[in-house]
Structures are given as C-alpha cells and as structure tokens.
C-alpha cells in the first residue's frame, strides 16, 4: 500500500505518478477501491474543488464513416442500422446548444462523423454556426470533427471555435486492432496542431476494448506528453452490428479504477466522464467524482440516449458538487 501514499503525496503536490508507478496501483486487488478513492478524491478536491464542469453534444453529421472502428456504429463497414444524415444546418445546431444551455452545461461540441469534414458547404455550416452561438448562447463552444488541416482550424477559430476534441482511443500499441484505416500519427498530429493554434484541447479514449492495463496506461502517458487540458472517458457501450458487439471486458470497479489512475497520473488535468457512462458504471455513478473526475456529459450521446438530465442534476444536489458556471 506504500503505492497509495505516493499517490497522494505525488497528486496533491501536481506531480502524479510515473507509468511504472501507475501500473503498480492498477495491480492493486479490486478490494482497494475504496482505498484507492480516498486518495482520488484528495486529489480532485485539492485541484478542482466542488465544481463539475457539465457538457453536451450534437450529432451534426451521422452515420456514412468510411473508417473501420472495431466500437463504432456510424461506419459503413457495419449493418448497425442507426440513423445516417449529412451535415444539418447551422439553425438546427444553435436551436440544440440553446436547449443544452437550458439543462446546466457549459461547454457545447459539434460532432460529426468521418474522417474529417472535406466539404466546403459543411466547413460554411460551421463557421456560421460559430458565429451565431457567440450571439446566442454563453458556452464554451467545442467541436469534434475528425483529422482536419490546419486552414480549416484557423478558419474555425477565427470564427469562435475555442476547444477541439480528438480521442486517441486508445494506445499506439493496441491501435492496429481497433482501426485499420488511418494511422496514429495523424491523430497525434491534429492534437499537436490544436495546441499550437491555442485551443483548449481534450483527447481521451474508450476503454474496454479488450486493451490491456499496460495499454491503459501508455494511453495516458501519451495524453500527458501532449499536454492535453481535458481527457474524455468513455466505456464502452457494444453495438450490435459491431465486430465488438459481444464485448463485456469492464466491471463498474474497473471504470472507477480506470478513472482513478488517470486522475493521479495526471493530477491537475480536467477528466470528464462521457459515453458509455449508464451502462458500464452502473448504480455506481455517483462514485466517479469520489475516483477523481470533475466533469461528465449530460444529454444524449452520438447514436445511443444518455442518462436523464434531472437524475444527473439531483445525484450533483445529492453529493455537494456544483456545476461550474452555475450559481446557486
């Protein structure tokens, strides 16, 4: 348990653990998780707060990926039968953000499917959506819109854009056996991109793919090389259709594990807790803050529906947390 102590000593002060180290807690016996989430909680208290940061998407663009994700039922390599649209229109858009804004969050990210947004209609779309929500709504406005280029991202800065979101999914390493059809690097590429142009940048992954703790891990060293500002956690949810649809690798304790050792490998960090949330935490969602997080998405997610947003709002009542921006 001497890991447990420099765990604490380590995220308190900001450092957080090494990966040796990091490996050493995950091996810890899951009859330490109440243990281990004494330790995260100090930790995200001591850099967070009682503060929740709450966001929420829009599916813009469904279905018709040309990728191969192994966990993803917009690709049309799968029959997963969910519903395919091209780029609504900017009105649509802001009409979702407004209502978003009405639940409590205070971050908004447009989400499209694909690879990268090539169109030029579509790029128009977003730069006018952009410039309407800076009218309209008080959020930070965040998009997730695949591998672009660098002009497509100065235009959508200048146009109001402030975060962009772009999972690695998982490590390197395991990379290959969830995705053949573009590699790493240019995923890596597009985060070093959006850091150099100065946005706030958030990359995580989904877990339980069947990756290893060791993936786990070089995941989140990689992350924090990167110097990302917000990690996305994301479980996942099998859907049918899927080469993954059977999967069933994550027990709530693991999420709550997986969550717990991003927190004190990267202490300082913002961890939101995103897809996947209802089906692989189960009734021990409210113990996700207690492992380290202080943030998660409400609403709907991509193609499956989320948690109920008054249940969400009352389980933050229940526990004593805030949702940043909100005054109460």
């Known amino acids: 348990m001497d890991i447990l102590k420099k765990a604490l000593q380590n995220g308190l002060n900001g ?5 040796p180290d990091a490996m050493a ?8 998780i109440y243990e281990i989430l004494s330790v995260t909680d100090k930790v995200r208290r001591r850099h967070k707060g009682m503060e929740v940061n709450l966001c929420s998407i829009v599916n813009a663009k469904s279905g018709l990926c040309k990728e191969d994700c192994s966990f993803c039922a917009q690709s049309i390599k799968y029959n997963t039968a969910i519903k395919e649209y091209p780029m609504v229109g900017a009105e649509a858009i802001v009409d979702a953000a407004v209502k978003a804004e009405s639940t409590g969050a205070r971050e908004f990210s447009i989400v499209t499917s694909g690879t990268k947004i090539e169109k030029e209609k579509d790029v128009s779309i977003l730069i006018e959506t952009l410039k309407s929500m800076r009218e309209t709504v008080g959020m930070e406005r965040c998009a997730s819109l695949g591998i672009l280029k660098r002009e497509v991202l100065e235009d959508l800065k200048e146009s109001g854009l402030e975060s962009y979101h772009h999972n690695l999914e998982t490590s390197a390493s395991f990379f290959p056996n969830i995705c053949t059809t573009h590699r790493y690097e240019e995923d890596i590429e ?24 060791a993936d786990r891990i070089e995941l989140a060293e990689t992350l924090k090389k990167l110097e990302v500002d917000s990690i996305p956690v994301n479980f996942l949810n099998p859907r049918p259709g899927t080469p993954l649809e059977g999967a069933k690798n994550l027990t709530p304790i693991d999420c709550l594990k997986i969550i717990a050792v991003i927190r004190l490998m990267m202490p300082v960090k913002d961890i939101v807790i995103c897809g996947g949330r209802n089906v692989g935490l189960r009734d021990l969602q409210p113990l996700i803050f207690a492992a380290g997080a202080n943030g998660m998405m409400i609403g ?14 009352q389980m933050l009542k229940d526990l004593g947390l805030k949702p940043r921006g909100v005054d109460r």
């Open 190 to 213: 597009v985060i070093k991109t959006a850091k150099e142009l100065g946005f706030y940048v958030c990359s995580g992954g989904i877990f339980g793919l069947g990756e290893s703790w």
């Open 25 to 32: 807690l995950a091996a810890l016996p899951n009859d330490n």
């Open 300 to 313: 709907n997610y991509l193609t499956t529906p989320g948690r109920d947003i008054e249940a969400d709002t």
């Open 15 to 19: 450092q957080g653990l090494s990966g």
